[in-house]
């Protein structure tokens, strides 16, 4: 997982100085982040926030990287001209942990690993959905946390996590999910 | 047995259970037809139901690309028993995930499109796309296909029940209609019963009991009615035949007794036939008889009376005359009693000639001119321009206008008599017509009546006054008969009589007419009767009534006929005559027939006279084989002999005939003509004489 990790922060830095050449030398790492970045659009159908976080029905729903961006420009496009129920999709590379509170999504990249129970403290008891791809991210307090298995994506949701961010998670996403809980947290709730 | 002809009792059932199962089963039917409609249309929108719920259920998988998870729901499918496959398509028409009721899998099964929503009906199975949506974006299509297994079952459950009914149904109609068909059927057999013992026991007093007022009713009224009317009848019929029979009886009596009459007065008729025959014969051969003395009477009376007259002894010579003339006139009597018993007997003959008209009446007026002088009076001949010549019995025409010019001198004192010859077309035919008129006592209205009757004068004070037999007027009326012509008078007692005679200006002969004497078989002889202008046929045949038969029938058809009783002198005579058809027998007592076709054959002048065998002999092949020309087996048909006879003339060259014909002389005058001739001079003078007389 790590040199893989490790090839892929190579091949941002590649195709960062190479342009699209190098884009095209490794199209596993883009396709894994395409399937990632439709996983965020699905996970924005199938949640629903309080009915306060959005100023306007027509409000976007802001989405924010938090750490280095693993997407490059694959989110914007993957997420361009798309709607959930009326609202379109705003994506904001995060400077700082503050800015988190202005975002109803937040990917956790795998660069903040070591600051990720203060980004998790940070926005806990918000109505924002934590995804993260980091190894017992959801263990850990985060929502979502995608998982790479046999070359397939896969995703742990934390459901206690979810109550607290006051987020409903739709039941067709929890059959498709795995169920995690923090190891501090009594009893399991698959609802 | 036909359904027409079953009984009313089984047709009221037959209908009567018909009508209700038809109505049970249409209704029956419509109902299930309705049931099964809507419950399609159930079945329908539980499918659609279910698809929104699969749809709605595998939209996350969908969207996840989660085969697993999709394949799992669709695998909650496996509680429904209808349902026969679910599939999910992608968006891009791949399928993403599936399900097959038993595991079947039918990868050729699956349709293409994938687009469509909806559903239809194909074959026996429901198939039903529904669009997979997650907040309405499209994720893929649903696919189902049902089975339809509770339609087909509930289909059955409901044609059981149906049956069922109909057969319940359908056995209760049985027991009802049965039952109340009575109403009906009973009166009808009541009455078919009365009818069949009516007929049965011809017994007209049965009456059939009326049980309702409806149409039966009236029929079994009318039948009533009319086996009354019938009984009445029968009552009148019988009096009636019995009538009947009586009478007929009677009239059977009546015909056998006039039947008997008939045949005694037919009995009686064959016996005054045969008596009068007799006369006849006996007349003619008395007048032959009488003839000879007084041929010799008169012959010697004229001698002595020529004698007398040179020795100048003139009391002598009257009396002599006077013998002479009562002589005459006997043999006038006798010659025209013979006339008449020949024409009765039938034997009297016609020789038919060519001769000129003028001078027939120049002959007879010269004949007459003493008897005309004698009474002073005066007579006038008138001839019409287009008399000329005619062709008739000049002897009988020339007795027929001297008998009826002597009455007319007999019955006229110092008036006028007048001959008036002119000639006229009747009928297609040419007639001379001779007409004698005079001034006389003429004859009354009465007198006229029996005026061309044997041995009637116009009164028997005639005879006395006028003399004569009485005969003149009747041969007269016979001779014209015989020449086919006809004879009329007009007369005026006191101013005159008016004789009107036509004869035919070409008379042609009649089979009685000119038979060769029978037996007669002088060759010669037999030629010299021959008309010069006809084809001749010649008869070999031995038996005498095959002979005769043959010749009047060929002449009728207008041959002359030779008919020869041996093949030998067949063969002498037809070498002589030339024959245009010879008939020829087989069977004859000197000789047979085949062995004269033979020799007919064989000579070179005969072989082509066609031979026509008429024999009782049936060998047609023997005959043809031989040369004749036809086979004819006796008795003969005439018709087909006169047919073949004219196929015969028809195909043969008339060469022969215009040798033959081709002087105009008379045929050789025969002996028997002589004899005629001789007879009718003897005649005229005897008229003279008669007249002469007075």
């Known amino acids: ?191 | 047995m036909s359904l027409q002809d079953l009984s009313i009792r089984r047709k009221l059932i037959l209908i009567t259970m018909l009508t209700s199962s038809v109505a049970l089963l249409l209704s029956s039917a419509s109902f299930l037809i309705y049931d099964l409609i809507s419950f399609r249309q159930l079945l329908t929108q539980d499918l659609t139901t279910q698809a929104e719920i699969i749809g709605y259920n595998s939209a996350a998988a969908m969207a996840f690309k989660d085969e697993p998870a999709a394949t799992a729901t669709l695998s909650a499918l496996k509680v429904k028993g209808d349902i026969v496959a679910a599939v999910l398509y992608s968006p891009d028409g791949k399928m993403f995930a599936r399900y097959f009721r038993n595991d079947e899998t039918l990868p050729t099964f699956l349709p293409a499109r994938s687009q469509e929503k909806g559903y239809r009906f194909e074959g026996r199975y429901l198939e039903v796309w529904h669009d997979v949506t997650l907040n309405g974006e499209h994720l893929g299509t649903l696919f189902l296909q049902s089975d339809m297994r509770q339609w087909s079952t509930r289909a059955k459950r409901y044609a059981t029940i149906c049956l069922v009914f109909v057969l319940i149904s359908g056995f209760l109609a049985y027991l009802v209609s049965s039952k109340l068909q009575k109403v009906i059927s009973g009166p009808i057999v009541h009455l078919e019963d009365t009818m069949r013992m009516v007929s049965a026991n011809k017994n007209y007093e049965v009456r059939a009991v009326k049980s309702y007022a409806d149409e039966i009713g009236s029929l079994i009224d009318g039948f009533n009615t009319m086996l009354s009317d019938i009984q009445h009848r029968d009552t009148a019929l019988r009096g009636a035949n019995d009538e009947l029979q009586t009478r007929t009886r009677e009239l059977e009596e009546e015909i056998s007794q006039r039947k008997q009459a008939q045949e005694e007065l037919l009995k009686a008729k064959y016996v005054a036939e045969e008596a009068s025959r007799a006369k006849s014969t006996f007349l003619a051969n008395m007048s032959h008889e009488l003839r000879t003395p007084l041929n010799a009477i008169i012959g010697y009376s004229e001698m002595l009376e020529e004698e007398a007259q040179d020795s100048g002894t003139d009391t002598n010579v009257q009396d002599l005359q006077k013998i002479k003339s009562a002589g005459k006139h006997l043999l006038a009597l006798i010659n025209d009693v013979l006339d008449l018993s020949k024409i009765e007997a039938g034997k009297m003959s016609l020789h038919l000639e060519t001769f000129d008209v003028a001078g027939m009446i120049e002959e007879i007026v010269t004949t007459l001119q003493p008897a005309i002088n004698k009474n002073s009076n005066a007579l006038r001949v008138h001839l019409a321009d287009q008399v000329g010549m005619m062709r008739a019995d000049i002897t009988k025409v020339r007795q027929i206008l001297f008998n009826l010019l002597s009455n007319a001198c007999k019955f006229t004192d110092h008036g006028n008599i007048s001959v008036d010859v002119d000639q006229s077309t009747e009928e297609g035919l040419d007639w001379v017509r001779f007409r004698v008129t005079d001034t006389g006592i003429g004859i009354s209205t009465k007198q006229q009546k029996n005026l061309f009757q044997e041995f009637a004068q116009a009164d028997t004070s005639i005879a006395r006054k006028y003399g004569g037999t009485g005969l003149g007027l009747a041969i007269t009326h016979r001779f014209v008969q015989l020449m086919k012509g006809r004879i009329g008078v007009e007369s005026q007692p006191g101013e005159g009589s008016a004789f009107t005679v036509h004869i035919p200006a070409q008379v042609t002969l009649e089979a009685v007419g000119s038979l060769p004497a029978e037996g007669n078989s002088d060759a010669s002889d037999v030629i010299a009767d021959m008309q010069a202008d006809r084809d001749t046929i010649l008869v070999i045949d031995d038996d005498a009534a095959v002979r005769e038969l043959m010749s009047r029938f060929l002449m009728k058809l207008g041959f002359n006929v030779l008919t020869v009783p041996n093949g030998e002198e067949g063969l002498r005579l037809a070498k002589q005559v030339r024959p245009v058809l010879i008939t020829l027998d087989v069977v004859m007592p000197d000789c047979d027939g085949w062995s004269i076709l033979s020799k007919l054959k064989a000579d070179s002048e005969l072989s082509k006279v066609p031979v026509i065998m008429v024999t009782i002999v049936d060998n047609e092949a023997k005959g043809f084989d031989l040369g004749a020309s036809n086979y004819l087996i006796k008795p003969v048909d005439r018709e087909r002999l006169a047919v073949l006879i004219e196929k015969h003339r028809i195909s043969r060259p008339r060469a022969i005939t215009a040798s033959n014909t081709a002087p105009k002389s008379r045929p050789p005058r025969a002996q028997k003509r002589g004899e005629v001739e001789a007879e009718a001079s003897e005649r005229f003078s005897h008229a003279e004489n008669l007249t002469s007389r007075r």
């Open chain 1, 1 to 191: 997982m790590r040199p893989l990790r490790l090839l892929i922060t190579i091949a941002i830095v590649i195709s960062l100085s190479f342009g699209f050449e190098a884009q095209a030398q490794d199209s596993s790492v883009s396709s894994e982040y395409l399937i990632k970045a439709g996983f965020i659009y699905n996970f924005a159908n199938l949640v629903q926030w309080p009915s306060n976080t959005f100023a306007q029905p027509n409000s976007p729903i802001v989405i924010g990287i938090l750490g280095e961006d693993p997407f490059g420009t694959i989110l914007d496009r993957v997420l361009e001209g798309k709607k959930v129920n009326g609202r379109v999709f705003l994506v904001k590379r995060l400077k700082s942990a503050l800015d988190l509170k202005e975002c109803h999504i937040v990917f956790v990249s795998s660069s903040e690993m070591a600051h990720l129970a203060e980004a998790i403290h940070l926005v806990k008891g918000m109505p924002i959905l934590t995804i993260g791809e980091i190894p017992g991210f959801a263990k850990r307090g985060g929502i979502i946390n995608l998982v790479l298995e046999d070359n397939k994506v896969h995703f742990e949701v934390n459901v206690e996590a979810a109550k607290e961010a006051d987020l409903n998670i739709s039941s067709r996403l929890l059959a498709l999910a795995r169920i995690v809980q923090e190891p501090a947290a009594d009893g399991r709730k698959t609802e």
